[in-house]
């Protein structure tokens, strides 16, 4: 896994100075918790002052990311979703608070990132605190990721229609790995109950849906890198048989093609 050799946290400034800012130190961590405004609502997060794994902060893409959500949230209703690079939980409590989404948080196999996720949903008022997927061991019988985008999954049904992410294309060297954990939960979704069947169905035989597809993946993605690095992650999707669309705003829906997707109803 490549690791960034910086700290974001410069690029976030404090309007208010640190008297809003509550700096604990900790067994393992240093720790400040910031409120952030949200629409609709303002949330208190707890963000690292460092995490080598890049899960410290939130990044202006969260963010411009709830905003497109709040104004499409018709494609997001109803859906069973997990986030990919969840960070600190804030995009998650969010949708769950805003949406009453169903949606399980998951990120590298690292206790920290999964305590203070956690501890946001706690701060927030979710509780019990979002479901979580740890990449690389078993959390309370969840179905588990492997120990890194691309390695091979322990499971064979994943049943999440909704997969969300913001800003996760930081490692060009990752791409592969993270087109190939896509192409599994896309292509071998299976849906979790008769209810869900019976939606994809509607949805396959009315001509004038616009909704998403079921499995789709959405993605916001406002950093910018050059145009080669971003264009290998989309024309990488399209080699291994996933269908990519801007949906405006640097937000990118991305499904698999009719002829590789494993119906759920077979």
């Not at 963000?47 to 949230?73: D, I, K, M, R, Y």
């Not at 990919?84 to 206790?111: H, N, V």
């Not at 909704?162 to 599994?184: C, E, G, H, R, W």
């Not at 690095?229 to 009719?258: Q, W, Y």
């Amino acid at each position: 896994m490549d690791i960034a050799l910086f700290s974001p946290s410069s690029l976030f400034a404090d309007d208010e100075g640190c008297d809003s800012d509550k700096e604990k130190m900790e067994s393992h961590q240093s720790y400040v918790e910031r409120k952030h405004d949200f629409p609709g609502m303002e949330l208190l997060i707890r963000e690292f002052s460092f995490h080598q794994l890049n899960a410290n902060l939130l990044w202006p893409g969260t963010f411009a990311f709830a905003e497109w959500l709040v104004q499409h949230q018709s494609l997001i209703g109803g859906r069973r979703s997990i986030e990919l690079g969840s960070g600190t939980g804030a995009l998650a409590i969010f949708l769950r608070k805003s949406f009453e989404l169903d949606i399980t948080t998951s990120d590298y196999d690292d206790q920290e990132i999964e305590e203070n996720i956690a501890y946001n949903c706690g701060v927030n008022g979710l509780m019990p605190v979002l479901p979580h997927v740890k990449q690389g061991s078993n959390v309370s019988n969840m179905p588990i990721f492997s120990d890194s985008w691309g390695d091979v999954f322990p499971i064979t049904d994943p049943d999440w229609d909704l997969i969300i992410a913001s800003d996760i294309l930081l490692y060009v060297k990752q791409y592969p790995n993270l087109i190939k954990t896509l192409a599994f939960l896309l292509k071998f979704y299976k849906p979790k109950d008769d209810s869900a069947i019976s939606i994809m169905e509607k949805e396959h035989k009315s001509e004038t849906y616009e909704g998403l597809p079921r499995p789709a993946f959405l993605m916001s993605w406002r950093r910018r890198i050059g145009k080669e690095d971003e264009l290998l992650f989309f024309n990488g999707c399209k080699d291994a048989g996933l269908e990519v669309k801007h949906m405006g705003s640097r937000v990118f829906c991305i499904t698999p093609r009719e002829a590789t997707a494993r119906k759920g109803t077979e």
